[in-house]
């Protein structure tokens, strides 16, 4: 075959143009922190903490040094332990199942809706309703909000609060997004997320945040986060964590966050174009009426995505599988429960998902490359 034209690679997140765009900023943020030395919880860290408060709209917010790490706080603050069962997305990433059976808990896995790919209720119900006759004790619901899009606490919420379990938010992809008017975050009593470099807010390194209204969960969280710290200096009370968020990186994120709803507004723009350019030819993501994503990834669904994968990389478009194997699949966990009706549809999309070149810096020439080799591919 003839030469490609337009073939040069492209990233599947250019995290380089937005580094160039805050570089000044982030520079002398950094500059200030090296100066005043406080690298362990200093000024920007609490600074931090009451604009990410305000932006999402709860009472408190805690940092800490990863997403996993904000699910350990949650699941610590909840007194997860030995014999309780935490229900669970059976498609997902997998740092709550991993806090859950690090605890010594058990994590139920509950099979999702095939449009939103999130927790589905009727499936979670049915879970609830068999464990309460098993050994274990139902304890909670871990709901995740993948690839930007909350789960539906509508119905979540009412299903929590019916069987008086709490509902803690993955909101590690969907920070920024809303539902019914709520930001991803506030949508469930404990929320946590990740400011992973390729999460829709990232930082230069690890860090992650954890979200209430509640004051007392807030406060041993708190604690948590720094061993089980007590009101004296070494007087832990609780079995705890190192889990604090550096200075530098609520530095760099203060920095990012000022952009951040630009970002949003672009990331929509680009999933409006590619809906609207692929639509008829491959699914495209669902949205729930009143929701808005945050579109940590844009997510197709397609048979023999291996064979699309390829030519797409032939022409120098990458692609990325968010998640290949289903957690009932991954050897550490397949021995948990599941749902009485089974994980089908999470196993299915395990093998057909596939997500497209998305972050708030891909111009329309490229996505137009992208659309029409798709295109080209599919049609
Ligand atoms: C990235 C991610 C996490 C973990 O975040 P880290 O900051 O990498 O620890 C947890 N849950 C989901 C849904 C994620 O996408």
Redesign the pocket.
Same mark, same amino acid.
């Given at each position: 075959m003839s030469a490609k034209p337009n073939a040069e690679p492209i990233p599947f997140i250019d995290l380089q143009t937005q580094r160039e765009r805050v570089a000044d900023r982030v520079n002398a943020a950094i500059a200030k922190v090296m100066a005043h030395g406080a690298f362990i919880l200093g000024p920007e860290v609490a600074e931090l903490e009451r604009r990410l408060a305000s932006y999402v709209g709860v009472q408190h917010v805690i940092t800490c /040094? $990863? +997403?996993? !790490?904000? #699910?350990l706080l949650a699941l610590l603050a909840y007194g997860i332990r030995p014999g309780d069962a935490v229900f669970m997305p059976a498609f997902? =990433?997998? /740092? /709550?199942a991993e806090m859950t059976a690090l605890l010594g808990a058990t994590p139920v896995f509950v099979d999702v809706d095939p449009k939103s790919f999130n927790l589905d209720p009727a499936s979670l119900a049915t879970a609830i309703a068999e464990q309460q006759h098993g050994p274990l004790r139902p304890a909670a619901i871990l709901a #995740?909000?993948?690839y930007g899009q909350a789960a539906d606490y509508a119905q979540l919420t009412e299903l929590a609060t019916r069987e008086g379990l709490p509902l803690i938010e !993955?909101?590690?992809?969907s920070f920024g997004g809303t539902f019914q008017g709520k930001k991803c975050g506030a949508l469930a009593p404990i929320a946590?997320? $990740? =400011?992973?470099p390729?999460?829709p807010l990232g930082c230069y390194g690890? +860090? +992650?945040a954890v979200f209430t209204d509640d004051a007392t969960l807030a406060e041993t969280m708190r604690r948590m986060r720094v061993h089980g710290e007590g009101e004296e200096k070494y007087r832990f009370q609780h079995v705890g964590i190192n889990g604090r968020m550096d200075t530098l990186q609520a530095a760099v994120l203060l920095e990012k966050l000022a952009i951040f709803d630009e970002e949003l507004a672009a990331r929509q723009r680009i999933a409006a174009r590619y809906e609207a350019a692929l639509r008829d030819c491959v699914e495209t993501p669902q949205l729930m009426p009143e929701a808005r994503s945050a579109w940590?990834q844009y997510t197709i669904q397609i048979e023999d995505r291996h064979i699309f994968a390829e030519k797409l990389r032939e022409v120098g478009i990458p692609t990325a599988i968010?998640y290949p194997v289903s957690l009932t699949d991954l050897a550490p966990y397949a021995d948990y429960p599941t749902a009485p009706g089974g994980t089908l549809v999470s196993e299915r999309l395990a093998e057909k998902v596939i997500s497209l070149p998305m972050h708030p810096y891909l111009k329309e020439d490229t996505q137009d490359r992208i659309i029409n080799a798709v295109r080209r591919i599919i049609t």
């Amino acid at each position: 075959m003839s030469a490609k034209p337009n073939a040069e690679p492209i990233p599947f997140i250019d995290l380089q143009t937005q580094r160039e765009r805050v570089a000044d900023r982030v520079n002398a943020a950094i500059a200030k922190v090296m100066a005043h030395g406080a690298f362990i919880l200093g000024p920007e860290v609490a600074e931090l903490e009451r604009r990410l408060a305000s932006y999402v709209g709860v009472q408190h917010v805690i940092t800490c /040094a $990863s +997403g996993t !790490d904000a #699910i350990l706080l949650a699941l610590l603050a909840y007194g997860i332990r030995p014999g309780d069962a935490v229900f669970m997305p059976a498609f997902g =990433f997998v /740092a /709550a199942a991993e806090m859950t059976a690090l605890l010594g808990a058990t994590p139920v896995f509950v099979d999702v809706d095939p449009k939103s790919f999130n927790l589905d209720p009727a499936s979670l119900a049915t879970a609830i309703a068999e464990q309460q006759h098993g050994p274990l004790r139902p304890a909670a619901i871990l709901a #995740i909000d993948l690839y930007g899009q909350a789960a539906d606490y509508a119905q979540l919420t009412e299903l929590a609060t019916r069987e008086g379990l709490p509902l803690i938010e !993955d909101a590690a992809q969907s920070f920024g997004g809303t539902f019914q008017g709520k930001k991803c975050g506030a949508l469930a009593p404990i929320a946590t997320t $990740s =400011f992973y470099p390729a999460k829709p807010l990232g930082c230069y390194g690890d +860090g +992650g945040a954890v979200f209430t209204d509640d004051a007392t969960l807030a406060e041993t969280m708190r604690r948590m986060r720094v061993h089980g710290e007590g009101e004296e200096k070494y007087r832990f009370q609780h079995v705890g964590i190192n889990g604090r968020m550096d200075t530098l990186q609520a530095a760099v994120l203060l920095e990012k966050l000022a952009i951040f709803d630009e970002e949003l507004a672009a990331r929509q723009r680009i999933a409006a174009r590619y809906e609207a350019a692929l639509r008829d030819c491959v699914e495209t993501p669902q949205l729930m009426p009143e929701a808005r994503s945050a579109w940590a990834q844009y997510t197709i669904q397609i048979e023999d995505r291996h064979i699309f994968a390829e030519k797409l990389r032939e022409v120098g478009i990458p692609t990325a599988i968010h998640y290949p194997v289903s957690l009932t699949d991954l050897a550490p966990y397949a021995d948990y429960p599941t749902a009485p009706g089974g994980t089908l549809v999470s196993e299915r999309l395990a093998e057909k998902v596939i997500s497209l070149p998305m972050h708030p810096y891909l111009k329309e020439d490229t996505q137009d490359r992208i659309i029409n080799a798709v295109r080209r591919i599919i049609t």
